[in-house]
Structures are given as structure tokens and as C-alpha cells.
């Protein structure tokens, strides 16, 4: 007589298949969230909500949009440098040059050359990427800490060709004003700040899609083959050197047109965007936001930059002042808590702020997925 076994009463939720159509809400609208977030900053300059202790002024202020511009500007191009250091593998310290070229070449043509912003902009910005490829032609000849060493060298001879006023084109150590009397009436002034913010929001959002497009298409996987393993690129006959080149160019291109858009938001240039601190700082960036994802950098970007100008008050505050001087101290150096906060990040997120989603999957599940219809 044969034996029935019959099935367990129970069986666990992770071995019934999904059935098809069942979705979570979160599933539903992840897909729109980027555009929901365009949309928010977009409207945002129309608001005139407080958010007292994160910003000095109501959201729709000139004080308020300037540094929000900034922070905009910052998350593209760490989400640049991403395409380079976290898609690619390749660690460079040079990056600052390409940005100080964006900010340099406008200053100069616009206030040395007189010539009008959007001719100014369109040379420097096919001067950047010339600059990125001939440099990145001789750079990536070599590999490892050797391509960083070269990268920075770079970088250094141009921060002193800065410093050094070449050819009365820099203003040195002074830096070098913008003239604003050639640019457009609706880029200058305190009362346009939000013109300068929504110029900056677009290019976040183009820094973005090009990255996202390139990370999808059939050279973005080679680029993550590069990453991963250089020598099976090679084996299945493709050329390395041109992929990497590609990606050097378009990284420092984007970088370039982020220096435009500095140049209008500070009106002007200054020295300190050459250094190779301004790298290093972009690396941090990108490593708190969480390399080779799409929107870790931008987040680690956006995130720095506010911080790195609102510790500055905070350093200064009488609250930090009244505290006890071994505690002062330290709290009145923006450095000092920014370091802080990244070795924290890293120590409780090692995957950066884009790994923060995973590390929230159990509180989503407490939200059942919407019964099929």
C-alpha cells in the first residue's frame, strides 16, 4: 500500500513564488521618484517655509538658494568623478584641474576677452575637453598609483600656473573677479540668485542623465569590466585604452561645465579651486555617497558641501564658544567634524548613504504589498 505524505500545513512566505502583477507601493512608485525630486527642487524657490537651524532664511532667500546652487553643482560633480572612480576603477587626484578650467576659462573670456557668456562658455567647454583628453592620453599609459601620481602632477602644475598669474590672466593669490557688466541681466544680482539655482539644478540633472545613460549602455559595462578585471577586456578583444580615454574625457567635460556654473554662482575665481584638496574632497564625496551608484555621489556631494558651509557658522556660534575649551576646540574646525562624520559613515555604512535603502528593507516589509485585483 503506498504511503500519502501529505504537505505541511504551512508553508513560509519566502517559498510561495510572487505571484505575477503583485507589486509593493514602493515598486510602484520608484520609477518616478527622480522625476518627483526634480520637480520638488524646481518648486522649491517658491516657497517660503522656514527650516530653522538648517538654514538661515526662509527656502526661497538669495542666502538660502546660493548655497543650495552650490551644493547642486557639487553633487554633479562628484556624480562626474563617480563615471571615472567608481564605474571605472581609476583613481585620479587630479580632477580640480578640470573644474578650475571650467571656472578660469569663463572668468578670463568673459572678463579678459569681452566676449559674450555663451561664446565664453562654449569655448571653455570644448577647451576642457581637449585639455581632458590630451592629458588623459598620457596619463593612462600608466596604471595604478603611478596614473594617480601622473593625474596629480598635472593638477599641480596647473594650481601653480594659477598662482604664479600667468601671463596676467589669473589675478594670483587674489584670484580673479567676473566681469558682470557682458553677462545677461537675468544672471545678475541678488534678485536672480534663483535664475543661478535653476542653472545649476540643470546641470545636476544633465551630469546625472548622461552618467545614468553611459552607466546603461554597452560601454558603461566595459567600463565596469574595466573595473573589475582589466586583462578579460583585453581577452575578448577590446581595447582598454580607448574605453578608459572616453571615460577621462566625458568625466572631466562634465567637470568643466560644473566650474561654469560655479564661476556665475561666486562670480569669480579663486586659487583654492585648483588645489589638491578640492580632489580629495570630491573622493569623500563619492565615497560617503557610495561609488558606482547612481545617486550615492550626488547624495555624498550635496551633503558635503552643506555641511562644509554650515559648520563654518556652527564653529563660530556662541553655543560651540560656551562649551569647555577641550570640547570648542575641536567643534570649531569644520575639518576636524567633517572627518568625524565620514569615518562614522563609513564605519556604520560601508557601502556610502545609497546602502542606506537596504539597510531599511526590513521597515519596508512591515508594509504589506496591495492585494491583486
Known amino acids: 500500500m503506498t504511503e500519502l505524505k501529505t504537505p505541511p500545513a504551512e508553508a513560509k512566505a519566502a517559498d510561495v513564488p510572487a505571484q505575477p502583477g503583485r507589486r509593493s507601493w514602493y515598486a510602484v512608485i520608484r520609477p518616478w521618484l527622480p522625476l518627483v525630486a526634480l520637480l520638488i527642487f524646481a518648486i522649491l524657490p517658491y516657497s517660503t517655509v522656514s527650516l530653522p537651524g538648517i538654514f538661515d532664511g ?106 604664479l598669474d600667468f601671463q596676467g590672466l589669473t589675478g594670483g593669490e587674489e584670484g580673479l573677479p567676473l566681469d558682470v ?82 564661476c556665475l554662482l561666486v562670480g569669480g575665481a579663486s586659487p583654492h579651486i585648483t588645489s589638491s584638496e578640492l580632489t580629495l574632497s570630491l573622493l569623500v564625496m563619492v565615497v560617503l555617497g557610495g561609488p558606482g551608484t547612481r545617486w550615492g555621489p550626488v547624495l555624498g556631494g550635496i551633503l558635503y558641501m552643506y555641511l562644509d558651509h554650515r559648520l563654518t557658522d556652527f564653529g563660530s556660534s556662541a553655543a560651540v564658544d560656551s562649551l569647555p575649551g577641550v570640547l570648542s576646540g575641536p567643534l570649531s574646525q569644520p575639518l576636524f567634524v567633517l572627518g568625524t562624520v565620514f569615518i562614522l559613515a563609513v564605519y556604520f555604512f560601508p557601502g556610502g548613504l545609497a546602502s542606506l535603502s537596504s539597510r531599511i528593507a526590513p521597515i519596508r516589509r512591515l508594509f504589506p504589498a496591495r492585494p491583486p485585483r
Open 58 to 163: 526662509p527656502l526661497n532667500s538669495p542666502g538660502t538658494l546660493q548655497l543650495l546652487a552650490i551644493c547642486l553643482v557639487f553633487g554633479g560633480l562628484a556624480a562626474g568623478y563617480d563615471l571615472l572612480f567608481g564605474r571605472t576603477g581609476m583613481l585620479s587626484f587630479g580632477h580640480a584641474l578640470y573644474f578650475a578650467a571650467g571656472v578660469y576659462g569663463t572668468d578670463i573670456l568673459v572678463t579678459k576677452g569681452g566676449l559674450p557668456l555663451w561664446q565664453a562658455a562654449l569655448l571653455t567647454l570644448v577647451g576642457g575637453a581637449i585639455l581632458a583628453a590630451l592629458l588623459g592620453a598620457v596619463a593612462l599609459r600608466t596604471a595604478g598609483i603611478a596614473f594617480a601620481m601622473v593625474t596629480l602632477a598635472f593638477a599641480q602644475v596647473g594650481a601653480t600656473l594659477v598662482a
Open 181 to 262: 557688466s557682458g553677462l545677461p541681466e537675468s544672471l545678475v544680482g541678488v534678485a536672480n540668485t534663483v535664475n543661478l539655482y535653476w542653472l545649476a539644478l540643470a546641470y545636476l540633472a544633465l551630469v546625472v542623465f548622461v552618467v545614468a545613460r553611459v552607466a546603461a549602455s554597452p560601454t558603461g559595462r566595459v567600463l565596469a569590466g574595466l573595473r573589475d578585471d582589466e586583462r578579460r577586456i583585453g581577452v575578448l578583444g577590446l581595447d582598454p585604452y580607448r574605453f578608459k580615454l572616453v571615460a577621462f574625457t566625458l568625466s572631466g567635460s562634465l567637470a568643466t561645465a560644473g566650474g561654469v556654473i560655479y
